[in-house]
Protein backbone atom coordinates (compact mmCIF):
# COMPACT_ATOMS: atom_id res chain seq x y z
CA UNK A 1 0.00 0.00 0.00
CA UNK A 2 0.99 3.57 -0.28
CA UNK A 3 1.28 5.78 2.93
CA UNK A 4 2.74 8.62 4.45
CA UNK A 5 3.12 9.05 8.57
CA UNK A 6 3.47 12.25 9.66
CA UNK A 7 3.01 13.23 13.96
CA UNK A 8 -0.79 14.47 14.29
CA UNK A 9 0.24 17.61 16.58
CA UNK A 10 2.92 19.35 18.07
CA UNK A 11 3.18 22.23 20.11
CA UNK A 12 5.58 25.02 19.99
CA UNK A 13 5.83 28.78 21.46
CA UNK A 14 6.55 31.89 18.76
CA UNK A 15 9.96 32.51 17.84
CA UNK A 16 11.01 28.88 18.74
CA UNK A 17 12.17 26.37 15.74
CA UNK A 18 9.66 23.19 14.94
CA UNK A 19 10.67 20.57 12.79
CA UNK A 20 7.54 18.37 10.85
CA UNK A 21 8.91 14.79 9.97
CA UNK A 22 7.65 12.50 7.12
CA UNK A 23 8.02 9.08 6.70
CA UNK A 24 6.60 7.41 3.35
CA UNK A 25 6.28 4.40 1.35
CA UNK A 26 5.04 4.55 -1.99
CA UNK A 27 4.71 2.40 -5.12
CA UNK A 28 6.48 5.71 -7.13
CA UNK A 29 8.08 8.58 -5.88
CA UNK A 30 9.43 11.82 -7.81
CA UNK A 31 9.36 13.93 -4.97
CA UNK A 32 8.03 15.31 -1.84
CA UNK A 33 6.25 18.47 -1.52
CA UNK A 34 4.58 20.03 2.28
CA UNK A 35 1.39 22.34 2.41
CA UNK A 36 -0.19 24.45 4.66
CA UNK A 37 -3.61 24.60 5.66
CA UNK A 38 -5.56 27.14 7.50
CA UNK A 39 -9.17 25.93 9.14
CA UNK A 40 -9.88 23.56 5.82
CA UNK A 41 -9.09 25.68 3.49
CA UNK A 42 -7.11 25.63 0.42
CA UNK A 43 -3.87 23.77 0.84
CA UNK A 44 -1.05 26.56 0.02
CA UNK A 45 2.25 24.93 -1.41
CA UNK A 46 4.93 25.79 0.51
CA UNK A 47 8.35 23.48 -0.55
CA UNK A 48 9.08 20.63 -3.20
CA UNK A 49 12.00 18.29 -3.09
CA UNK A 50 12.85 16.39 -6.12
CA UNK A 51 16.47 15.53 -4.86
CA UNK A 52 18.41 14.79 -1.42
CA UNK A 53 19.23 17.52 0.59
CA UNK A 54 17.89 20.85 2.02
CA UNK A 55 15.87 23.57 0.41
CA UNK A 56 15.35 27.45 1.96
CA UNK A 57 12.44 29.14 1.38
CA UNK A 58 12.55 32.30 3.81
CA UNK A 59 11.40 31.20 7.13
CA UNK A 60 10.64 27.59 6.09
CA UNK A 61 12.89 24.96 4.50
CA UNK A 62 12.62 20.81 3.69
CA UNK A 63 14.60 18.33 4.09
CA UNK A 64 14.79 15.12 1.43
CA UNK A 65 17.06 11.80 2.11
CA UNK A 66 15.27 8.85 -0.49
CA UNK A 67 17.38 6.43 0.76
CA UNK A 68 15.58 6.36 4.40
CA UNK A 69 12.20 7.41 2.48
CA UNK A 70 12.11 10.33 4.94
CA UNK A 71 11.64 14.01 4.68
CA UNK A 72 10.99 17.28 7.05
CA UNK A 73 9.71 20.69 7.36
CA UNK A 74 11.42 23.04 9.66
CA UNK A 75 9.65 26.18 10.05
CA UNK A 76 11.99 28.95 11.81
CA UNK A 77 10.99 31.65 14.23
CA UNK A 78 7.66 30.70 14.65
CA UNK A 79 4.49 33.13 14.34
CA UNK A 80 1.15 32.63 15.74
CA UNK A 81 0.15 33.05 11.90
CA UNK A 82 2.38 29.54 11.41
CA UNK A 83 -0.40 27.68 13.48
CA UNK A 84 -2.11 25.42 10.54
CA UNK A 85 -1.90 21.83 9.50
CA UNK A 86 0.87 20.86 7.70
CA UNK A 87 1.08 18.04 4.81
CA UNK A 88 3.50 16.15 3.27
CA UNK A 89 2.41 14.68 -0.38
CA UNK A 90 4.04 12.53 -2.30
CA UNK A 91 4.01 13.18 -6.20
CA UNK A 92 3.94 9.77 -7.47
CA UNK A 93 3.30 9.04 -11.32
CA UNK A 94 0.84 6.61 -13.25
CA UNK A 95 2.12 6.00 -16.98
CA UNK A 96 4.63 8.01 -17.63
CA UNK A 97 2.76 10.89 -17.10
CA UNK A 98 1.47 13.36 -14.30
CA UNK A 99 1.79 13.47 -11.28
CA UNK A 100 -0.64 12.68 -8.27
CA UNK A 101 0.15 14.00 -5.33
CA UNK A 102 -0.53 11.14 -2.17
CA UNK A 103 -0.87 13.13 1.03
CA UNK A 104 -0.08 12.22 4.82
CA UNK A 105 -2.45 12.74 7.35
CA UNK A 106 -1.32 15.88 8.11
CA UNK A 107 -0.15 17.50 11.16
CA UNK A 108 -1.42 20.19 13.29
CA UNK A 109 0.54 22.95 14.70
CA UNK A 110 0.00 25.02 17.54
CA UNK A 111 1.50 28.04 18.38
CA UNK A 112 1.58 29.27 21.60
CA UNK A 113 2.55 32.77 22.97
CA UNK B 1 -3.33 35.92 -11.59
CA UNK B 2 -6.89 34.84 -9.90
CA UNK B 3 -6.45 31.53 -8.34
CA UNK B 4 -8.21 28.27 -8.51
CA UNK B 5 -12.11 29.17 -7.86
CA UNK B 6 -14.86 26.14 -6.90
CA UNK B 7 -18.28 26.46 -6.67
CA UNK B 8 -20.42 26.38 -4.50
CA UNK B 9 -18.22 26.82 -1.19
CA UNK B 10 -20.99 24.75 0.44
CA UNK B 11 -23.86 21.95 -0.36
CA UNK B 12 -26.47 20.49 1.43
CA UNK B 13 -28.33 17.45 -0.41
CA UNK B 14 -30.19 14.17 0.51
CA UNK B 15 -28.79 11.01 0.08
CA UNK B 16 -29.92 10.11 -3.23
CA UNK B 17 -29.72 13.46 -4.73
CA UNK B 18 -27.57 14.49 -7.45
CA UNK B 19 -24.76 17.49 -6.90
CA UNK B 20 -22.17 19.10 -9.00
CA UNK B 21 -19.07 20.46 -8.08
CA UNK B 22 -17.41 23.13 -10.25
CA UNK B 23 -13.77 23.95 -11.03
CA UNK B 24 -12.08 26.96 -12.77
CA UNK B 25 -8.43 26.40 -13.25
CA UNK B 26 -5.67 29.10 -13.40
CA UNK B 27 -5.93 30.69 -16.78
CA UNK B 28 -3.80 28.34 -18.96
CA UNK B 29 -3.33 25.74 -16.80
CA UNK B 30 -3.64 22.57 -18.94
CA UNK B 31 -3.41 19.85 -15.51
CA UNK B 32 -6.70 20.17 -13.29
CA UNK B 33 -6.87 17.64 -10.11
CA UNK B 34 -9.84 16.77 -8.54
CA UNK B 35 -9.12 15.20 -4.94
CA UNK B 36 -11.59 15.06 -1.66
CA UNK B 37 -10.79 14.65 2.32
CA UNK B 38 -13.52 12.60 4.29
CA UNK B 39 -13.92 13.52 7.72
CA UNK B 40 -10.37 12.48 9.77
CA UNK B 41 -8.56 11.19 7.02
CA UNK B 42 -5.86 12.50 4.58
CA UNK B 43 -6.27 14.38 1.16
CA UNK B 44 -7.30 11.51 -1.76
CA UNK B 45 -6.52 11.71 -5.52
CA UNK B 46 -9.68 11.26 -7.36
CA UNK B 47 -8.89 12.07 -11.07
CA UNK B 48 -6.41 14.33 -13.29
CA UNK B 49 -6.77 15.82 -16.35
CA UNK B 50 -4.77 17.10 -19.26
CA UNK B 51 -6.90 19.81 -21.16
CA UNK B 52 -9.81 17.70 -22.07
CA UNK B 53 -8.40 14.07 -21.61
CA UNK B 54 -8.46 12.58 -18.54
CA UNK B 55 -5.09 11.43 -17.48
CA UNK B 56 -5.59 9.01 -14.64
CA UNK B 57 -8.79 8.04 -13.18
CA UNK B 58 -7.46 5.71 -10.80
CA UNK B 59 -8.72 7.44 -7.52
CA UNK B 60 -12.38 7.68 -8.61
CA UNK B 61 -14.32 5.83 -5.68
CA UNK B 62 -16.72 4.58 -7.90
CA UNK B 63 -19.30 4.82 -11.08
CA UNK B 64 -21.69 7.28 -9.21
CA UNK B 65 -19.13 10.10 -9.58
CA UNK B 66 -18.59 11.28 -13.05
CA UNK B 67 -15.93 14.37 -14.10
CA UNK B 68 -16.20 16.09 -17.04
CA UNK B 69 -13.70 19.09 -18.60
CA UNK B 70 -15.25 19.91 -21.94
CA UNK B 71 -13.13 22.15 -23.96
CA UNK B 72 -10.20 21.36 -21.66
CA UNK B 73 -11.28 24.41 -19.21
CA UNK B 74 -13.28 24.41 -16.03
CA UNK B 75 -14.46 20.83 -14.79
CA UNK B 76 -17.64 19.66 -13.08
CA UNK B 77 -17.80 16.71 -10.95
CA UNK B 78 -21.00 15.09 -10.28
CA UNK B 79 -22.48 12.35 -7.72
CA UNK B 80 -25.36 10.79 -8.65
CA UNK B 81 -26.69 9.27 -6.59
CA UNK B 82 -25.13 10.76 -3.56
CA UNK B 83 -24.28 8.34 -0.63
CA UNK B 84 -23.70 9.46 2.99
CA UNK B 85 -20.19 8.53 2.60
CA UNK B 86 -19.77 10.85 0.10
CA UNK B 87 -19.42 12.86 2.45
CA UNK B 88 -16.25 15.70 2.74
CA UNK B 89 -14.59 18.22 1.33
CA UNK B 90 -13.31 18.58 -2.76
CA UNK B 91 -10.57 20.08 -3.95
CA UNK B 92 -9.91 20.80 -7.05
CA UNK B 93 -6.17 22.11 -8.00
CA UNK B 94 -4.01 23.15 -11.13
CA UNK B 95 -0.71 23.26 -12.55
CA UNK B 96 0.83 24.00 -15.95
CA UNK B 97 2.80 21.65 -17.69
CA UNK B 98 5.30 20.21 -15.09
CA UNK B 99 8.40 20.95 -15.33
CA UNK B 100 11.87 20.36 -12.74
CA UNK B 101 9.53 22.44 -10.09
CA UNK B 102 6.30 21.09 -9.80
CA UNK B 103 3.30 22.79 -7.88
CA UNK B 104 -0.65 22.31 -7.61
CA UNK B 105 -2.51 24.81 -6.53
CA UNK B 106 -5.11 24.44 -4.83
CA UNK B 107 -9.15 25.83 -4.84
CA UNK B 108 -10.71 26.47 -1.74
CA UNK B 109 -12.67 23.45 -1.46
CA UNK B 110 -17.00 22.19 -1.54
CA UNK B 111 -17.77 20.74 1.70
CA UNK B 112 -20.55 18.46 0.50
CA UNK B 113 -22.81 17.34 3.03
CA UNK B 114 -25.05 13.81 2.08
CA UNK B 115 -27.83 14.09 5.00
Known amino acids: GQSLEQPSEVTAVEGAIVQINCTYQ??????LSWYQQHDGGAPTFLSYNALDGLEETGRFSSFLSRSDSYGYLLLQELQMKDSASYFCAVRDHYGGATNKLIFGTGTLLAVQP | EAGVTQFPSHSVIEKGQTVTLRCDPI?????LYWYRRVMGKEIKFLLHFVKESKQDESGMPNNRFLAERTGGTYSTLKVQPAELEDSGVYFCASSPESGLRYTQYFGPGTRLTVL
Open chain 1, 26 to 31: TSGFYG
Open chain 2, 27 to 31: SGHDN
